[in-house]
């Protein structure tokens, strides 16, 4: 069977790239090196798991998807992925990638979810947007790996509940976990803290609602997903700021991880928004084997 | 209201650097020739046979799309992603050469600041 072998949630920040590796170092907010620092350590977290294969979660910001048909879940099937629009470059000047894709794993992963109840749409003519393609150059920057993606609808209400994210976290985990594969699977999405787009509480000097943000990743730092279930809707999510529904992906993200204290929690206080790092290891934390077998190396040369 | 032909608009001239070009120099223009050439033509991703009939824009919709009222559309409820997206596409450069990065993006924060604290209009379509 496959292993699962990191679980990888983050908040997306569509401005990193260019403000860490376009802007020149003396125009670089004062920030940069910091922000740059935090993610350099925490794609560590997803190196030390030596992934083979991608399972990645996010969702399209209506570049591909529109009011006229918007699916609520979708996975991509196709041999490859093209990603980054027309649009995210104008305004945030992101690279193209070509990603492999995993037919295999692609269909294996939708036949589970429709067998325990989850009715997703498919496509096999997808873009892949920001909300994958952070990720990527956070934590992944050679795109070199294959990806399942998986999309959810944060944006379009109404949603479903974070329960049913939450859920559907958990029958994503059990596919991979029976996937008949010797591969090692990392899982990693996207979403957001509180977050506010296009209303008065946006660019300021934090994030809409920063208690939010401190409890939402204690919350999940801790896998306590029944103070998720009952603090966490529609109405709580947008009175902390109108795209705060990007939280549920990270919701999702804990389904797959399950209730369980994560391995690694960092962040990152910027403005319009705070950034967050969370690893989990289902499988044992490969930093620890390291330290382990560095330590047993050092006893044998002292010996 | 119809908020729907309102996120259409949004959503098929952010997506394109010629409309975006023509509504930025003539709103008035463009937004007509949306009207005849885009909105009635069934879903967003530009086909040209089949048609939708009976999608139109309210006289305020029209008024704001062409005056570029990023105001009146979070008002209507058109959704603010597409909003803030094709307006920072619009005014972003020329804002941050005349008065610095993001200033633009505050003006705009500012200028929807007596909402603050209050319930926003619902983007739901």
Redesign the interface.
């Known amino acids: 069977m496959a292993t699962l072998s990191a679980v990888l949630a983050t908040t997306h920040h569509p401005f990193f790239y260019k403000a860490t590796e376009l802007t020149p170092p003396d125009k670089q907010m004062p920030q940069a090196g910091e922000w740059k620092a935090k993610v350099e350590s925490y794609r560590e977290t997803l190196t030390a798991a030596e992934p083979e294969l991608l399972v990645m979660v996010g969702s399209d910001?209506?570049?591909q998807f529109?009011?006229?048909?918007y699916p609520t879940f979708l996975i991509g099937k196709q041999p490859r992925y093209d990603a980054t629009?027309?649009?995210e470059i104008?305004?945030f000047s992101m690279p193209t990638y070509e990603l492999e894709g995993h037919e295999e794993l692609s269909g294996f992963m939708l036949q589970g979810l429709l067998d325990r109840g989850f009715d997703f749409s498919v496509s096999n003519e997808l873009k892949i947007d920001h909300s994958i393609i952070c990720p990527i150059i956070t934590t992944r920057p050679e795109g070199d790996l294959p990806i399942v993606p998986i999309y959810t609808n944060i944006?379009?209400?109404?949603l479903p509940s974070a329960k049913r994210f939450y859920d559907l976290g958990r029958a994503i985990r059990e596919i991979i976990d029976e996937y008949p594969s010797d591969r090692r699977i990392a899982a990693i999405g996207s979403g957001h803290l509180s977050l506010e787009?296009?209303?008065?509480?946006?660019?300021?000097e934090h994030g809409p609602d920063p208690e939010w943000d401190v409890q939402a990743i204690e919350w999940l730092a801790s896998g306590d997903i029944d103070a998720i279930l009952e603090n966490v809707t529609w109405e709580s999510m947008?009175a902390a700021g109108?795209?705060t529904p990007g939280f549920l992906d990270l919701v999702l993200m804990l389904g797959i991880a399950g209730p369980e204290r994560a391995a690694y929690v960092d962040d990152l206080d910027l403005f319009h928004t705070r950034e967050m790092y969370m690893t989990w290891y289902p499988n044992g934390d490969p930093r620890e084997r390291a330290v382990e077998t560095g330590a047993a190396v050092r006893e044998e040369v002292t010996a | 209201m119809s908020k729907?032909a309102v996120?259409?608009f949004l959503?098929q001239v952010?997506?394109d650097?010629e409309l975006l070009a023509a509504y930025k120099d003539d709103s008035a223009a463009l937004v007509a020739r949306w009207e005849e050439e885009y909105m009635p033509y069934?879903?967003?991703q530009g086909q040209r046979i089949e048609r939708t009939t009976w999608l139109h824009l309210s006289d305020a919709e029209r008024r704001a799309l062409v005056e570029h009222d990023?105001v009146a559309l979070?008002e209507m409820g058109a959704?603010?992603?597409?909003?803030?997206?094709i307006f920072?596409?619009l005014y972003?450069e020329d804002y941050t050469e005349r008065s610095g990065a993001?200033s633009f993006?505050?003006e705009?924060?500012?200028k929807?600041?007596?909402?603050?604290g209050r319930d926003?209009p619902?983007?739901?379509?």
């Not at chain 2, 959704?79 to 997206?85: E, K």
């Not at chain 2, 929807?112 to 603050?116: A, D, E, V």
């Not at chain 2, 619902?122 to 379509?125: A, D, F, L, R, Y």
Request: aromatic share 24%.
């Open positions: 910001h209506f570049h529109f009011h006229d048909n629009f027309y649009n104008r305004e944006f379009a209400p109404p787009l296009g209303g008065p509480r946006m660019f300021g947008v109108n795209a | 729907y996120n259409k959503f952010d997506r650097p069934l879903g967003a990023y979070f959704h603010y992603f597409l909003t803030l997206t920072i596409g972003e993001l993006q505050r705009y924060a500012g929807l600041g007596h909402w603050t926003y619902s983007v739901e379509c």
